[in-house]
């Protein structure tokens, strides 16, 4: 599973930084993208897909 960041959707609210912080980073601007190359780490898909649910601007797609 994998976690894609539309950086030009993104808004810096950090919602999902808060919420699943193994997968989402912020810059100093706080504009979220994936950690890494995305793949979100065992055990966290669940935080995963509540992140990308509750991004306020839907900037955040998560791929199976």
């Known amino acids: 599973m994998k976690a894609l960041v539309d950086a030009t959707r993104c808004q810096g609210m950090g919602v999902c930084a808060e919420i ?25 898909e669940t935080a995963a897909r509540d992140a990308a649910a509750r991004c306020p601007e839907k900037a955040i797609t998560i791929v199976d």
């Open 20 to 44: 699943c912080p193994s997968v989402f980073v912020l810059d100093d601007w706080g504009f979220a993208s994936a950690a890494g190359d995305g793949g979100v780490p065992s055990g966290d």
